[in-house]
């Protein structure tokens, strides 16, 4: 599955939830290891959540027990739940697929466009 365009961004009030989307295309590649990534603005982009093709998941430590990454093979999409927001979590998120697992490096194969987060005290 190749992963197109991330949606479900948008400005928010610290403390809210948002559910981020990422639907994909079917690919005849496997692809079934997938991971969400974001970028702050003028700095590096992270690894937050990854799954495997098993359905393990791995977070950073800077969203671990607030985000939770999910997929739903019949849709064919990816999802993020973000609860808790804080504003050091404004950044633009896009996820990312490969076949072999890299957890929450950055060498997946392919990656879809992004979604703006924007989280104001």
């Known amino acids: 599955q190749v992963p197109s365009v991330a949606s479900g961004g948008g400005s928010v009030q610290s403390g809210v939830a948002l559910k981020l989307s990422c639907p994909a295309s079917r690919s005849p590649y496997r692809t079934e290891c997938m991971a969400w990534f974001r970028q702050p603005h003028g700095k590096e982009r992270e690894g937050i959540a990854s799954?495997?093709?098993?359905?393990?998941?791995n977070y950073a430590n800077s969203v671990k027990g607030r985000f939770t990454i999910s997929r739903d093979s019949a849709k064919n999409t990816l999802y993020l739940q973000m609860n808790t927001l804080k504003p050091e979590d404004t950044a633009m998120y896009s996820c990312?697929?490969?076949?072999?697992?890299?957890?929450?490096?950055?060498?997946?194969?392919?990656w879809g466009q992004g979604t703006q987060v924007t989280v104001s005290s």
């Open positions: 990312a697929a490969a076949a072999v697992y890299y957890g929450l490096g950055e060498a997946y194969t392919y």
């Open positions: 799954i495997d093709g098993a359905g393990s998941t």
